[in-house]
């Protein structure tokens, strides 16, 4: 991938999106765990970006708590 640009980082929430200029796909990249911590990171879907085009920030938000709550279920899409 060639370098990635910021598009939104969250500290508060910790996690970021990033935008891959070569492919126009965008990544999201998020901190999980308590003790031991980890990133999880994925493409957005097309009806991921199109739900961050419609309400922004707070899809973001929305994405990051369920993929804290539930990171098994991105397993399959993380790239990290």
Same mark, same amino acid.
């Given at each position: 991938?060639?370098? !990635?640009? $910021?598009?939104?980082?969250?500290? +508060?929430?910790?996690?970021?999106?990033? +935008?891959?200029?070569?492919?126009?796909?965008? $990544?999201?990249?998020?901190?999980?765990?308590?003790?031991?911590?980890?990133?999880?990171?994925?493409? $957005?879907?097309?009806?991921?970006? =199109?739900?961050?085009?419609?309400?922004?920030?707070?899809?973001?938000?929305? !994405? =990051? =708590?369920?993929?804290?709550?539930?990171?098994?279920?991105?397993?399959? +899409?993380?790239? =990290?």
């Amino acid at each position: 991938m060639s370098d !990635l640009e $910021l598009v939104f980082m969250e500290e +508060r929430q910790m996690y970021k999106l990033k +935008r891959d200029p070569e492919s126009n796909s965008y $990544l999201f990249i998020i901190l999980v765990g308590g003790i031991g911590q980890y990133l999880v990171q994925f493409p $957005l879907t097309a009806d991921e970006y =199109a739900s961050y085009q419609k309400d922004g920030k707070s899809y973001l938000d929305h !994405l =990051a =708590a369920e993929v804290r709550t539930r990171p098994e279920f991105y397993d399959n +899409r993380n790239k =990290a």
